[in-house]
Structure formats: structure tokens, C-alpha cells
């Protein structure tokens, strides 16, 4: 099936000028906003403004946005670095001043940015004026210790306990959620009088009403997103697109350009669901990836799959990353802060679920996104998505009649990865993959062609 | 259930004792766990670093640690990524080969890894397997009334296993099971520090790691029993250094590796199976239980790489351990791919560095079975510190 309708605009009675200015919109503008971003960033020390360090998965950006500090991701920092090459050098400075070769190349990438004085491709990072993060990467909390140490600022852990098991993730009424609610209600209260020493400013709940109000356009819109892609032809790249909206649903969390962005690209989508427009190459297997993507190969990456005609429909990547806002969860507007507490807790905690209980998750996809094959690609990096992927790949296979490809390299250090090691495997996938629809065709049991 | 799950051991010198309890603590088949499960006893494993056991044996269950083990991990391999670290492959291997059975496993946030096991072992056993959160952050004032929820959930659990409700008299109980072997284990690390000479770093962690394999009160008896043997053996002080061993919170150095280490100075103090001694102190015999164990766990506890606590910041609690221990050097070291292991050791040197205390910087695996070079370097290390 080839799916390439980038020749839509010849479609009857559609006017090329509305093709061209909505296909193709959800990338140009999330670029435009990165750049918008880093530049905000950059001359943050000019205007006088602070910074709070925040990682993907539970920035509590709402609140922060809400005492005007200005937000730097340093995964996003990191990943920026390999994308554009250079992460290399980051990383190798970080191992001079004295951290191992095994520990987490986002963690080094950013020491090596702190120890060059913010010096990043994109712009200059502002150094923190104070770190806030959950526990659901454990690094995050052995990271910010690193910024404690180097500038002596407030490092806070908003502690937002996990799901204890598989399928285990009670809700309101519930005895060990009150228990859990509670806590984090607690440390978010205790956050923000933090919060005020440090900013100089009282805590503005009108504010942080306004912009739990863009969260939530954005949270709506990025659910429908993430089910557009059951659509035949697949209307995005889960990997490649999803990433890029990924970088301004964290980057632009409850700020009003983020509301329109998201809109926007939904209106993207739904538009080219609807005229049958696909990602602009064939796509013949339908696939879900798995963990974090490979940036410092990550266009020829995507390529391995793209030239053999597989689309990512989906990932687990814009589920834990976005930080859990996959679970749809809307702020309660008349009560902020006892909604910031429930959906801090509900979405950190989805996002854990995402990582360590995805074989479910995957399974349950299979077929309302029609799915060929799944990609679990570990990292050296991070083995809190990367640990059990070896056992949750054996369990999806136990689950669903799908390929499977376990492929392990590095998100940031292009000394772990092997491109052409990688594209072997990549290729016998797709022989699989393509040995599987032979048998199907001819009649083969399911469970078979595993 | 009162089984008892060790050989007769009462009549037995010292030395055998302690060969007897390195062999019970060496061998992966679990002995004593095998015992008690004959006796129609059930087994809650718990991984690294501190788990409240108490609320185990309140139950009349045995709590086991599970901390890895010296076996070639054939089929727990297979279920993990390829860079991790050693302990979570073969904690797994125990239970896939059947030389531990349990009847649930409770792992702990302490890193990424750890979590990852939970749900990796949840998959491939119809037993209970589950994360307990233990606060990660204990600075807030809402964390120990957390804590008692969390613990009020284990108990429940718990209860669930063995049948049985576990009423706050149970708790009591092995709350005082507990004080006991607390102050026995401290006795133990006083004679460490005041004594080296009398009970080498190896010794002393055997003694330790046998209470994680059989019931508190039977651990009790035999320390109450070695101690005063060690108290009065025949052993002079020599001219050796005085080193503190770092980095044995979770992934636990072999035991030849530690034995090196005593052939050539004194561990006066160290963090292996910190979790086992995590309550520095008597837990309070009166009150909720529960949340006397979870105001202790935040009061009278010890550190460790894989918990932030503003008030512990791990460097500073790592020179007051040197200091108070009166040791002249530090062995600080990390389990190989200890994301947190590996991470804590740059501020460690640099600690050690400005306050001009020698160190030796070690990575290990507990598979590891080559000890000349390490012997080697450390000789080497001791005589320029010795001699310099």
C-alpha cells in the first residue's frame, strides 16, 4: 500500500492554498517555537528573570510559568547536542572532570554545557536559579544533586510515588491514593512558599489558573493526536513528528503559544486524516517504537525504518515524555491547586506506567492502531526506560501477534552506537515483517509467524 | 512459626562459626530459606537497601534480602538490557532457577533499575511483586505521615500472604526483635572501630548478612553468642591502616574481594548491606507502630547514595563516618553500570581531596573472581600513604 498523498492539493475542489499552509505546519511552527525558546533563554539574564531547572516528566510547569521563571529542559538541552553532532564534546568533559563512562549522557552533556558557561548550539542556557523535579527518573534527583553542588541553589524533590505493580493504579476514594494525594498536595504547598523566597514574588493563583487552562487545551489536544495516528494512511511519524510536537508540549506548557501550537496541529491532522494525506513516504508496516530515539544518527535512524516502508503510529516516547498527559487528565479550574496535586500524581504516574508496564499498554494497541511490529530500542543511557525491555519485549510477544526488534545503541553518546550494526538488525525485521504478511496471506495460523 | 533454620552451631569455636556462617551466607541455593519453607513457612523477598522486616515478621513470615548472588545469571540475562549492573540480573536468576521461592517480592525506588525489577519480576511470577515507595523526599513534613500509609499498605499485603491480620501487638513484638538485633549489630561495628584487629571486614559481614536470611530472634541468639567470643579473642594489633569501605549499599562486593582487603589494613567502618542496619537506634516500643517505624526510617537512619536528604548530604556524612570511625584513608567504591554508585564517587573525591584524606577509587562486580591486581594496587596504595 503507498501511501505518499503529498500531491493532495490537486485533490477536486481543494484549494492548494489551504493544503499549503496547514500540511507541513506542525513542524515549521514547532521549529519557529524552539527557536523562540532558546532565545527567551538566552537573554533571560538580561531581563533580569530567573531559571528553574525541570525534566519531561513532571515539570510542574503550570506553577513555575505561573512565578514568570523561565523553564530549561536540560534533556532537551542534551538531546539538541546530538542531534546537531556535537554531543560528543559535551560528554568527554564531563568524563575529565571525573564522571564515568557509564553513567547517563544527558547527565553529562549537561555537566559539560554548566562547565562551559551555558555555551549551547542553540543559544546560552541560564545557569538555575533553583531545580525542580519528580522522582520518576531516579537520575533526575542525582542530577539536580550535581547543580546543588555546583551553585549551591534550592534543588526540590516533588515525590510522586509510582504505580507498585502492574495494573495497579487506584484512584480517588481510594485508601493508598488519598495516601499518595496527600503527599504530594503537601510537597506542592511547600513548594511554592519556596518558590516565593526564591522569586521574590507571592504565588498568583489567578495565574496558575490561567495556565493550567492552556495545559488543558493542550492536554486535549494532544490525546486526539496520539489516536489520530490509527488513521490508514498513519498522519504522522510517531518518532520524527511526535518528537518535535513533544519538544513544545514540554517546552510551552501552559503558555498560550502552546495552547494555539497544539490546536493547530490537531486542525494538521485531522485535516489530513480526513483528505487521506499520509507521512511523506510508502508505508507498508505499521509499527510502534519503544524507548527513547537514537539522536545522534537520528535522521539515518529514521531512515531504516522509513526506506523499508514502516511508520511509527506510535510511542511510547510521546507517552512518558510528554510526562504522563497521554492519561487526558484536565485540570479542575475551580480548585488549582487541588487539581495541580491530582494531576501532578495521575500523570508523573502514568508516565511510570508508560515505562515500566508498557507490555499491556502495547498489546491493547495492536489493534485499534493495526500494528505490524514493535521497536523496543534500549540506550545505555537511561535504564529507566531501557531495563525491561528485554523481558516486556518477550512479554508483547506473548500478548500479540507482532514482529518484535530489540535494537540497544545510545540517545546521546555516538560512541555506543553502531549504525551499521543497527541497520542489520533493522533490515531482517523488515524481512520478517514481510515474511509474516506472506504467511498470513496464505493462510497461516496466528502465533505462527512469530 | 519458630522453626529453627541454622545447623547446631553452639558448640563451635569462633573461626568455625564464622566459616559456617560465610558458607551459609555464600551459598545460592538459600538454605535456610528451603528449611523454613519445609516447615510450611512463607517468604517475603525484599530487594535493596532497607526494607521495615519488621512488618514481615509481625506476620510470621521470614523476611529474605535479596542482594544478587555469585551465580552465572543463564537465564536472568535474558530478561534485562546489556548494560546494567550484575545485581538485578542475578537477584532474577535466583528466582527463575528455583533456588529462591518466594510467595511475594517487594522492590524499592532507589534507582531506575530497581523500579524496572519490580515490574520485570511481576512478569514472570504469579506471585505478588511490587514497589515500595519509600519517600524520596524525607525534607518534607508530609513525608512521614506518607510513610505510615505506604507501611499500613505492605501490612495489608502482608496480611493477605499469610492469612492473618497483623495487629500493632504483633508489630510491637518484632519491633523489640528488631531493637535487639540493632543493638547487637552496633556492638559489632563498636568493636570494628574500637578493635579492628579482633574482626576482620569479611567477618563482621557475614555476621551481618545472615540476618537477612533467617528470622531476627535466631539471629539474635547467635550473635549474642559470637560476640563475646570475638570480645575476647586472641588477636594482637598490628601496624595496619585504617580504612573506611564505601559503596556496598546495594550491589555487594564479593567477599573475596573484601577479605583482600583486610589482608592488607582495618575496615573500621563501611555501608555494606546498609539497609540491614539503616535504624541507627532503638525504634520506640510505644505508640502506631507503623509510624514509629516510618518516623525512624526519617529520624534515625542512616545514608546512602540513593537517597537525597538535605540534611545528609553524602559527602559530609561520609567524612563523619571517617572521622568517627578514626580512619586515616577510604576505599570508596561502585558497583559496575551503579548509575548512583558511579555518580556519587566525583564528589566524594573531591571532598576527600580538599579535606587531604587519601582514598583508593574501586570499581567491582560481584561476579568478579580476580583479586591479585586489586591486591596489588591497594598494597601499593597503602604503602605510599604509609610511607609518603
Not at chain 1, 500540511?23 to 519557529?32: A, C, K, Q, T
Not at chain 1, 505561573?66 to 534533556?75: C, G, Y
Not at chain 1, 507498508?284 to 527513547?292: D, E, I, N, P, S
Not at chain 1, 525504518?305 to 479542575?332: C, H, I, K, P, Q
Amino acid at each position: 500500500m503507498s501511501t505518499d498523498t503529498t500531491n493532495q492539493s490537486s485533490r477536486p475542489g481543494e484549494p492548494d492554498a489551504q493544503h499549503d499552509s496547514i500540511v507541513g505546519r506542525g513542524n515549521r511552527e514547532g521549529s519557529r517555537l524552539f527557536r523562540q525558546w532558546y532565545e527567551e533563554l538566552t537573554t533571560a539574564p538580561e531581563r533580569g528573570e530567573k531559571a528553574a531547572y525541570v525534566f519531561v516528566m513532571g515539570s510542574l510547569a503550570e506553577l513555575l510559568n505561573s512565578f514568570n521563571l523561565n523553564l530549561v529542559f536540560p534533556e532537551i538541552n542534551g538531546l539538541q547536542t546530538a542531534v546537531r553532532h556535537v554531543s560528543e564534546s559535551y560528554i568527554t568533559q564531563a568524563e575529565d572532570y571525573g564522571y564515568n563512562s557509564d553513567v547517563c549522557g544527558y547527565v553529562k552533556a549537561d555537566l559539560g554545557l554548566q562547565l562551559r558557561g551555558g555555551d549551547h548550539p542553540m543559544g546560552r542556557i541560564p545557569r538555575p536559579d533553583i531545580a525542580v523535579y519528580t522522582g520518576a527518573c531516579n537520575t533526575y534527583i542525582k542530577w539536580a544533586e550535581i547543580w546543588e553542588r555546583l551553585y549551591g541553589i534550592p534543588i526540590f524533590t516533588l515525590d510522586v510515588p509510582g504505580p507498585r505493580a502492574a495494573g495497579r493504579l487506584p484512584g480517588r476514594g481510594h485508601v493508598d491514593y488519598d495516601n499518595d494525594l496527600r503527599y504530594v498536595a503537601g510537597q506542592i504547598e511547600e513548594l511554592i512558599s519556596v518558590l516565593e523566597n526564591v522569586t521574590g514574588t507571592r504565588f498568583d493563583v489567578d495565574r496558575l489558573r490561567e495556565a493550567m487552562a492552556y495545559a488543558n487545551t493542550m492536554t486535549t489536544a494532544w490525546v486526539k493526536i496520539l489516536e489520530l495516528n490509527q488513521s490508514r494512511p498513519a498522519v504522522y511519524d510517531a518518532v520524527t513528528d511526535g518528537t518535535s510536537y513533544l519538544g513544545v508540549a514540554n517546552g510551552f506548557r501552559g503558555r498560550p503559544e502552546g495552547a494555539r501550537y497544539f490546536e493547530e496541529v490537531l486542525e494538521e491532522l485531522e485535516y489530513k486524516a480526513a483528505t487521506g494525506i499520509g507521512t511523506s513516504h510508502d508505508q507498508r508496516h505499521r509499527l510502534a517504537f519503544v524507548g527513547v530515539p537514537c539522536y545522534p544518527i537520528y535522521r539515518r535512524f529514521s531512515e531504516m525504518f522509513t526506506e523499508r516502508g514502516g511508520v511509527f503510529v506510535g510511542s511510547t516516547y510521546t507517552w512518558f515524555a510528554s510526562g504522563g498527559w497521554n492519561s487526558g487528565y484536565l485540570y479542575d479550574l475551580d480548585n488549582p491547586l487541588e487539581s495541580l496535586a491530582e494531576g501532578t500524581l495521575i500523570t508523573s504516574r502514568e508516565a511510570m506506567n508508560d515505562m515500566f508496564h508498557a507490555d499491556r499498554l502495547l498489546a491493547d494497541m495492536v489493534e485499534p492502531f493495526g500494528l505490524d511490529g514493535v521497536v523496543f530500542h534500549g540506550i545505555k543511557s537511561c535504564r529507566t526506560v531501557s531495563s525491561g525491555l528485554a523481558d516486556s519485549r518477550r512479554a508483547v510477544m506473548e500478548l500479540a501477534d507482532v514482529g518484535t526488534l530489540l535494537i540497544d545503541s545510545d540517545h546521546m553518546d555516538p560512541r555506543s552506537v553502531s549504525e551499521a550494526q543497527i541497520k542489520n538488525r533493522v533490515d531482517a525485521f523488515f524481512e520478517g515483517l514481510e515474511t509474516r504478511k506472506l504467511l498470513a496471506a496464505a493462510g497461516e495460523p496466528e502465533g505462527s509467524r512469530r | 512459626m519458630t522453626v529453627r533454620l541454622l545447623d547446631d552451631w553452639e558448640d563451635l569455636p569462633l573461626d568455625d562459626l564464622l566459616r559456617y556462617c560465610r558458607d551459609v551466607v555464600e551459598d545460592p541455593d538459600y538454605p535456610t530459606v528451603k528449611r523454613w519453607r519445609e516447615a510450611g513457612g512463607k517468604v517475603v523477598g525484599h530487594f535493596q537497601v532497607y526494607f521495615p522486616e519488621e512488618i514481615v515478621e509481625a506476620a510470621g513470615l521470614l523476611p529474605v534480602k535479596v542482594q544478587g548472588a555469585t551465580v552465572e545469571p543463564r537465564q536472568g540475562d535474558a530478561h534485562f538490557g546489556a548494560y546494567l549492573c550484575s545485581i538485578v540480573k542475578t537477584s532474577l536468576e535466583l528466582g527463575l532457577s528455583g533456588r529462591l521461592e518466594l510467595d511475594m517480592f517487594v522492590s524499592h525506588p532507589i534507582c531506575d533499575t530497581a523500579r524496572n525489577l519490580a515490574a520485570v519480576w511481576g512478569r514472570n511470577f504469579s506471585y505478588p511483586c511490587e514497589v515500595l515507595y519509600l519517600p524520596q523526599n524525607p525534607n518534607s513534613a508530609h513525608s512521614v505521615a506518607y510513610l505510615r500509609g505506604e507501611y499500613d499498605r505492605l501490612r495489608r499485603g502482608i496480611e493477605e500472604i499469610a492469612g492473618r491480620s497483623v495487629t500493632d501487638d504483633d508489630l510491637r513484638a518484632a519491633i523489640a526483635v528488631f531493637n535487639e538485633n540493632r543493638r547487637l549489630l552496633r556492638r559489632l561495628y563498636d568493636i570494628k572501630r574500637e578493635s579492628p584487629w579482633l574482626l576482620a571486614v569479611d567477618e563482621a559481614y557475614v555476621l551481618v548478612a545472615l540476618g537477612g536470611r533467617i528470622p531476627r530472634s535466631e539471629h539474635n541468639r547467635l550473635l549474642k553468642a559470637a560476640i563475646p567470643m570475638i570480645e575476647k579473642r586472641d588477636a594482637a594489633p598490628q601496624d595496619r591502616m585504617r580504612l573506611v569501605f564505601e559503596g556496598g549499599f546495594c550491589e555487594q562486593p564479593p567477599l573475596d574481594l573484601l577479605t583482600t582487603i583486610a589482608q592488607s589494613s582495618y575496615v573500621v567502618d563501611d555501608d555494606l548491606l546498609i539497609g540491614l542496619r539503616w535504624l541507627t537506634d532503638d525504634v520506640a516500643a510505644d505508640g502506631d507502630p507503623l509510624e514509629t517505624l516510618a518516623r525512624a526510617y526519617h529520624e534515625q537512619s542512616s545514608y546512602s547514595a540513593v537517597q537525597h536528604d538535605l540534611r545528609k548530604p553524602k559527602e559530609v556524612m561520609l567524612l563523619k563516618r571517617i572521622r568517627e570511625s578514626g580512619a586515616g584513608a577510604a576505599v570508596i567504591s561502585a558497583a559496575k553500570m551503579c548509575e548512583p554508585g558511579l555518580d556519587e564517587l566525583v564528589p566524594h573525591m573531591k571532598a576527600l581531596d580538599e579535606e587531604g584524606i587519601p582514598y583508593f577509587v574501586n570499581e567491582f562486580e560481584e561476579n568478579m573472581t580476580s583479586f591479585d591486581t586489586l591486591q596489588i594496587q591497594l598494597e601499593t596504595f597503602i604503602e605510599n600513604v604509609l610511607f609518603a
